[in-house]
């Protein structure tokens, strides 16, 4: 890997390019932006299908999103879905001036919420040639299904609050272990993966901390990810989920995209006995979700 940095405004956003083996920077190789989960960063989820893609002779880039992880910009902790879209356009922006890069063969992979930010890039960044989602989410439908109106009055009162000097609020995406969520009395199948994948070694990582600006709250339930897809998602797709469906709904919101774009090439896979986490780090179900993946782009990259 090699670490690189790119700017997204004013700030830096920091990320590492995938590399196969045997690079060699005279040649033109096609190139994945690979986007990172809400709460996630580089190292985890995006970086494991960055580096599996690699070792099938792609380029990979994986990067944490503004606000978060390495990456600079201010507020930190925020998740503003507009910036991790221009996050994903600044990506490719860097990735045009490196000779090595094939600027026509240029795809975007995203997991989770990564997937619904990915898509919304390809609805208007026409250089992202095909893309791929994993369980990916619709931010938007996630968060309106959880007493949107109250949340949307509460940001209001936070943020006149903060603007006469009160404490900014920062809080957790989820709990921070399954008893916390379990005294909760929070025991939802999707929730308590998350914990899992979060918070134990199996995939936690300092630069996850589990933080949240509540203010990007008011971001995230109105903003649609899969808005004009009907129109404008014309690049090659492909969609995968798992079928055992949780409470995040990224299988209603797959077959909700493959539904929606206006793709003529494009194709659903559902991963039997997989769950949202599953297809995260679990060998069996990311293997055979590569199965498909790397066809896919080989095929129209």
Known sequence: MQKVNFKNRSWNVVGYLHLPENFDDTQKYPVIVCVHPGSSVKEQTAGLYANQLAKNGFVALTFDASFQG??????????????????????????????????????????????????????????????????????????????????????????????????????????????????????????????DYYRTPRGQHPNSCNKLLFTSMSNLIVFDAFHLAEYFLTQPLLVVVGDKVGGFGSYRDGFDLYNKAASTNKKIHVVKGASHYDLYDRPEATKEALGHIVPFFKEHL
């Not at 791929?132 to 619709?138: H, R, Y």
């Not at 936070?158 to 969520?181: C, F, G, K, V, Y």
């Open 70 to 195: 390495e990456s600079g910009g201010e507020p930190r902790f925020l998740e503003d879905p507009a910036t991790r879209v221009e996050d994903i356009r600044c990506a490719i922006d860097f990735l045009t001036t490196l000779t090595f890069i094939d600027h026509n063969r240029m795809g975007a992979l995203g997991v989770c919420a990564g997937g619904g930010y990915a898509a919304n890039a390809a609805i208007s960044e026409k250089r992202i040639k095909a893309i791929a989602t994993v369980v990916g989410s619709n931010a938007s439908r996630a968060f309106r299904e959880a007493n949107p109106m109250e949340v949307l009055k509460a940001v209001a009162q936070q943020r006149t609050a903060e603007a006469n000097s009160h404490e900014i609020l920062i809080n957790n995406w989820i709990p921070n272990s399954a008893d916390e969520a379990k005294q909760a009395g929070l025991e939802e199948m999707d929730l308590l993966e998350a914990i």
